[in-house]
Every structure is written in structure tokens, then in C-alpha cells.
Nanobody
């Protein structure tokens, strides 16, 4: 079992920045990849960024150059640094942990970007 707790969401003006955190606990040694997804009202949940155990990162085209995913193994925490935020970035942001045969989701944190 893996438990994930996101934090760092909030209200920010367009052009501003936020840093989301995802703290993992439990069977974290079996996690292969950590990822961030988001879901806007009336839309499907979409992939934002991922980081592998080896440090390889991947991003959705919509956030490349603006968002950065990173991890702190000592704190068992993954971060999502979000810069130059746009109103269309408004969504609930979810952390996901992937193992070989299972995955886990956090409860989500709301990000609202005002124009």
C-alpha cells in the first residue's frame, strides 16, 4: 500500500507560480514512477508530468517549459513547480504512484488561476 498526500494548491494570478508537493508513505520502495495529473471541471483527467525512479522526466506538451517535476528521495516527496500559470491551468491536481502491477492516487489539490 502507498499513501499519497498532495499540498501546495491555491489561488494565483495569471503569470504567477505555485509549487505542489506530493508526500508518499508506505511501500514506497516498490514505486517505479511518480506522476502528476489534473482534471478541470467537465473534462477528463489528463497527464501533466512524470518522473521515473531513475530520474527520467516526461511532460505534456501543454506544460513543457513552464512546469518542472522533481523528487526528493530523502523526503519521499515529489514536487511540481508551476511557472507562468494560465487560467486554463485551473484544475484539481492529482499525484499518482505507479508500481509494477498497481497504482495509487492522492486526494488532489485545487489550483485556481485568475485572469
Amino acid at each position: 500500500q502507498v499513501q499519497l498526500v498532495e499540498s501546495g494548491g491555491g489561488l494565483v494570478q495569471a503569470g504567477g507560480s505555485l509549487r505542489l508537493s506530493c508526500a508518499a508513505s508506505g511501500s514506497i520502495s516498490s514505486i517505479n514512477t511518480m506522476a502528476w495529473f489534473r482534471q478541470a471541471p467537465g473534462k477528463q483527467r489528463e497527464f501533466i508530468a512524470a518522473i521515473s525512479k531513475g530520474g527520467t522526466t516526461d511532460y505534456a506538451d501543454s506544460v513543457k517549459g513552464r512546469f518542472t517535476i522533481s523528487g526528493d528521495n530523502a523526503k519521499n516527496t515529489v514536487y511540481l513547480q508551476m511557472n507562468d500559470l494560465k487560467p486554463e491551468d485551473t484544475a484539481i491536481y492529482y499525484c499518482r504512484a505507479l508500481q509494477a502491477t498497481w497504482d495509487y492516487w492522492g486526494q488532489g489539490t485545487q489550483v485556481t488561476v485568475s485572469s
